[in-house]
């Protein structure tokens, strides 16, 4: 796989540096062992790493991330301990050495928290260096107070349990902070366009996380954001900085535009916008993958579903040409996961299209549905392929829950292993949504028999609920 590396200013190295002075405090090494200052981490990483289910049984856990053995066979939410990681000892002196408070004391807690439980749940690979969303951000405080704060309200919900903890002032004083910077720093957005950007962004994404807000005024506002860059003569749309921006907002248009009023959608066809896609979707993206272009045509798909959603009328042109669109579009072959996902996408706007606008012109209403079932099963055969383990398992839910809505009645089986995969999910990401996918779903099997086929984005829209998968 190609893909790009992100520069991380704080590069890690793995034997240089020293221990927390107090990691082996009180605990002589055994005199039988022959490396003497392994043992003691070891015997401590190894109990801290237990999921909590396990320590509550007392039952030996095998610590498989994210989802033990033990918990997936009791078919229980498994919240395991952090994958284990050199970060954790090298973390907290990278942080100090970057930033103190004016009072003199750290960020260190919650930014550390941060890079280790928080910034891979939001892309492909989790391995730091490709990841702009973990080290690289370090430098990038020191441009965007705005975005310090907003990572810090996000580690710290994270750690609560997000919108469903009753223990959030902490994240809400932080969110505070970044919004009052962000007001300033908007006004120089093309000093610092990426850390702008991303302060925008990370804020937008996490609104539904915390408040009881989609965060759709961020997503406006990062539009003009990057109205404002692409309209720069001095910025070219392959510009490595737009391809990162661009990939975040079409990805963000992607998972969460269906939201937004369609009269206050702005055209992601116009001009510049559609120029950096074309300019970059062949590239490797964290978010979007070598998806980009994919991503770009779903997301005008949600804005002309949520056209018909407010009572617009049909256009059997544009539905054709959107269709159309989505099975040309030529996936990556090189990279099998990436290959898996992007299939599962494709056939989740397909599925949209067709329950949202029905048939399309001289289809029967039976050939439209033996359509929907069989893009359905070959989403879920494409989903189910990818690993629990692998963190493309990050991407998922959106194009899970449109292929599960439709699998039969007489398929249990996959059925209880969509269960499991959005407790998966949970495991791994902390948002409480998964957890409320799998009731959604149980209530869609239950309406499907009863003639029932309103898809589950527009549930959720009709009841005004906030469903941020992504
Ligand atoms: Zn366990
Ligand atoms: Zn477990």
Known sequence: MVSKVWRVRFAPSSKNQPLPADSSAGKTPSIASPHPEIPALRRQAKSKAACQECKLRRV????????????????????????????????PLLIQQAFTKDDGTSYSMLLQYYFERVCHIMVLDPEHSHNPLSLPLLHLFNQSSALLHVVQSIAAAHKNGFRHSDNLTECLVERKHALVYMQQELFQARKHPVATFLAIFLLGISSPWI???????????????????????????????????????????????????????RPLDAGVIYEAVQANQQQYHPLAGYSLGLFHIVANLNHYCRRIVDGEVHD?????????????????????LS?????????????QLHRICGPSEG??????????????????????????????????????????????ADNPKQRQEVRSRFKALYSLNNLPVMLDAIDLL????????LGITTPWLVIVHERGQMFPLA
């Open 339 to 351: 290959f898996l996902l992007s299939d599962a996408y494709r056939q989740h706007g397909l599925i």
């Open 60 to 91: 030996k856990c095998d610590e498989r991330y994210p989802v033990c053995g033990h918990c997936e066979r009791r078919g229980a939410v498994c919240k395991p301990a952090p994958p284990k990681s050199i970060w954790k000892l090298e973390m």
């Open 442 to 449: 149980e209530e869609i099997w239950e309406l499907r028999p």
């Open 363 to 408: 289809q029967s209403e039976q050939e439209n549905e033996d359509l929907i079932q069989q893009r359905a099963a070959e989403a879920m055969n494409s989903l189910l392929q990818i690993p629990l383990t692998s963190s493309y398992l990050n991407f998922q839910p959106i194009p899970l829950l449109s292929a599960a809505s439709e699998i039969p």
């Open 316 to 336: 059997h042109r544009v539905e054709a040409s959107l269709e159309e669109q989505l099975l040309s579009w030529i996936p990556n072959q090189e990279n099998e």
């Open 211 to 265: 408040e009881e807000s989609m965060g759709l005024e961020h997503l406006i506002g990062a539009r003009d954001v990057i109205d404002l860059l692409l309209n720069d003569p001095a910025i070219h749309p392959s510009d490595p900085t737009m391809q990162l921006i661009i990939g975040l907002y079409i990805w963000w248009e992607m998972a969460s535009s269906f939201s937004l009023n369609h009269t206050r959608q």
